[in-house]
Each structure stands twice: as C-alpha cells, then as structure tokens.
C-alpha cells in the first residue's frame, strides 16, 4: 500500500509554541508505525538515537542518528520506528517562516546529514531553562545548518509508473535475490530496454543503483533491529560475494561500515 492509497489525518495542533516553533521530545519503541498523517506545520524529524524510516509519496528515507528528515505542511508522511528513537520533532509555524523569510528551499521533502554542531543546537533547543534570546539563536543556528542539506544516498525514490513500481515492489520484496533486468521485464509486461529507461526516468537511478540502495536499505534495517546479526551472514543474505564487498557498498551509502553503524545506532 502507498502512501497516497493510505487515509490521512491532520495532526491536531495542541502544543505550546516558542516564538513560531513547536518542540515535541517522544520516545517510540521498535516496531512502531506512525501511519500516514500530516501536520498544520512544517517540521524537522530527529531520532537523537535509534533508527526510523520516513515514507513519503516521492519515496522512503532510511535516517539513522546522523541525519533528520525535513518534511513540508500538509505533506503525507508516515514512520516506522526500525530501532528503540529518542525523537525530537521541530514544528515551524508557516506564517513565521515566511515572517523570518525561511521559507526558501523548505517547500520539499529532503534529509539533512546531522553534524555535531546541528545536534547540539536541536538538543539544546530541548533545555527547560532557555531564555527567549539562547532560543532564537538557537532556531536560527537551526535554519542555517538546514541550508547544508544533501542528496542522501539513504533514500530509496519509489518510481509511480505502474510497470515500474510493480518491479520496485518484486525487487523490495526480496532484496537479495539476483533481479535480472530482463526477468523482471516480462512479469511486470514489459521489455528490458523500456523498464531500464522507465528506472532512470522515475528515480533518477540505474535499475543496478537503485537496486544496490534497496540491498543496503534491508541491511540497515537488519542491522537496526538485531546488532548482533552476522555482518558474514548478511553479506551472503543480501547477495553479496564477499564481506569486504558488502562494506564497501555499505558505507558508500551510509558513510559507515556495517559495524560501525551498529556501535553509533
């Protein structure tokens, strides 16, 4: 099921607001599904620890604790909680980002790498003693850390075009297996060269990159929900030939070898 098949709700606005911002600090334990919904506001998703999964029409984000998910108002979104999170949601009145002129570059969904100084300043923002004066330097250390963000290689683009997204759903499925182009082609109706072109044009991937992140994206959630999985044992479930193969893909998506995304989960 999509995001945009699933009934969507409002987020009812019943929290306190410091000066056009709302902070939310909630844990959520593994196995938890935040349904499709959406909020008044736009907001910032951050998972001091653990790790979660945002799905959005456009696709899904695997966000491990160094990075945070931005995602517009009324945007549909839903989470699922892959490892124990300490969340904390930053929710921005529309009317004062566009007040403060913050708007710009905010109007879709995108994931910021988390860097020591982001971090500091979200948790900072939780302090229950900030003075009004520390919480608008804070907000605007915030935004400005925002403008950094980039193309994160954890996100998997889900393509629309029904042939398309038939064998997105064949591959997620069963990551692992060996997805031959031509294979596929023909249970989802189509020719190898049209599903090749429909991948590129869809997701802004080859069918061999974007296949490589759906590999990556079941080892993170593996790795997420049991640490003590066999990294050899993954390597082989996941179809890869060797464990010094599956690092090496491991980290150019992540940053991080499989080990040390376990130590810092």
């Not at 607001?17 to 951050?46: F, I, N």
């Not at 009145?93 to 969904?109: F, H, P, Q, V």
């Amino acid at each position: 099921m999509t995001i945009v098949e699933a009934p969507i709700h409002i987020v009812p606005d019943d929290r306190r607001s410091t000066g056009g911002l709302h902070l939310v600090a909630r844990s959520y334990k593994k196995g938890t599904r935040l349904d499709p919904h959406m909020h008044r506001e736009s907001q910032l998703v951050y998972a001091a620890r653990g790790t979660m999964q945002v799905t959005t029409p456009k696709g899904r984000w695997l966000v491990p604790p160094d990075r945070a998910v931005w995602v517009p108002a009324r945007f549909a979104h839903a989470i699922d909680v892959l490892a124990d999170i300490e969340m904390r949601t930053l929710y921005f009145d529309l009317s004062w980002l566009k007040r403060e002129r913050l708007s710009a570059g905010l109007k879709s969904e995108f994931v910021v790498r988390v860097s020591p100084l982001l971090h500091q300043a979200i948790v900072a923002l939780f302090d229950k003693d900030n003075a009004p004066e520390r919480t608008a330097l804070l907000i605007r250390l915030v935004m400005l850390e925002l403008h950094r963000a980039e193309d994160s290689a954890t996100f998997i683009p889900l393509p629309q075009e029904v042939r398309c997204r038939r064998a997105a759903d064949i591959v997620l499925a069963a990551p692992g297996a060996a997805h031959d182009i031509d294979t596929l082609a023909q249970k989802v109706g189509t020719s190898a060269r049209t599903l090749s072109r429909l991948f590129a044009a869809e997701t802004q991937l080859s069918f061999k990159s974007w296949c490589q992140r759906a590999r990556i994206a079941a080892a993170v959630q593996k790795l997420s929900v049991d640490g003590n999985v066999s990294v050899k044992h993954l390597a082989a479930d996941l179809g890869y030939a060797s464990v010094p193969a599956f690092s090496h893909a491991f980290r150019q998506i992540t940053g991080k070898t499989p080990t040390e995304f376990v130590e810092t989960k």
